[in-house]
């Protein structure tokens, strides 16, 4: 039973543009949240994270926004550049537990 | 500092054959996490280990198993392997447990299962 679903399998967008990726859970003990970018032949590397205590963190060009009655998390990428191409995966955990993942969107940023 | 290590990169073994992964993790973090990724799937929680013991465990069948030594490197083994056995594991290192802590990933160990 996917906790955490990622809809989009891929995304594409013009440089310069707002990228917007989404994800959507069912567990409503989630507490933390976190977004991981992953290239190629390299391992995920933690990009932002939300705790459940707040609505949105911003990191540079970086946004994420968390809606807990709507179950829903989106990290948003302003301006999005070649260089954001990647997968992206969101992630939650309730405390001491693991964190669950979802399946990842592909994001495609066109020049 | 260095990141975290995983080995091998790649690895092709035959069905019923069994594997054994290494993962070593930052220096000082204690705390592994091991993931298996599959197209479509996304990643999927395979155990964590704490200070040699396992936390947590996730879906899995017994095949698969892990380990952590006292540095903290950990191993995950899986027997009699299956043909679904073929994906990209992942192993993640923490400071501590606590939430909040991203993980920092390897770059994983590709297992092709023939």
């Known amino acids: 039973d996917q906790q955490v679903k990622q809809n989009s399998p891929s995304l594409s967008v013009q440089e310069g543009r707002i990228s917007i990726l989404n994800c959507d859970y069912t567990?409503?003990?989630?507490?933390?949240f976190l977004w991981y970018k992953k290239y190629p032949a390299e391992g995920p590397t933690f990009l932002i994270s939300?705790?459940?205590?707040?609505d949105k963190n911003e990191d540079g060009r970086f946004t994420v926004f968390l809606n807990k009655s709507a179950k829903h998390l989106s990290l948003h990428i302003v301006p999005s550049q070649p260089g954001d191409s990647a997968v992206y995966f969101c992630a939650a955990s309730v405390p001491g537990n693991q964190f669950y993942f979802g399946t990842g969107t592909s994001l495609t940023v066109i020049p | 500092k260095a990141g975290v290590t995983q080995t091998p990169r790649y690895l092709i073994k035959t069905r019923g054959q069994q594997v054994t992964l290494s993962c070593s993790p930052i220096?000082?973090?204690?705390?592994v996490s091991w993931y298996q990724q599959t197209p479509g799937q996304g990643l999927q929680f395979l155990f964590e280990y704490f200070s040699e013991t396992q936390r947590n465990k996730g879906n899995f069948p017994g095949r698969f198993s892990g380990r952590q030594f006292s540095n903290s490197r950990s191993e995950m083994n899986v027997s009699t392997l299956e043909l679904g056995d073929s994906a990209l594991y992942l192993c993640a290192s923490s400071l501590r447990r606590e939430v909040g802590y991203g993980y920092t990933f390897g770059s994983g160990t590709r297992l092709t299962v023939v």
């Open positions: 567990n409503s003990m989630f507490d933390y």
């Open positions: 939300i705790s459940s205590i707040k």
């Open positions: 220096s000082g973090h204690r705390s």
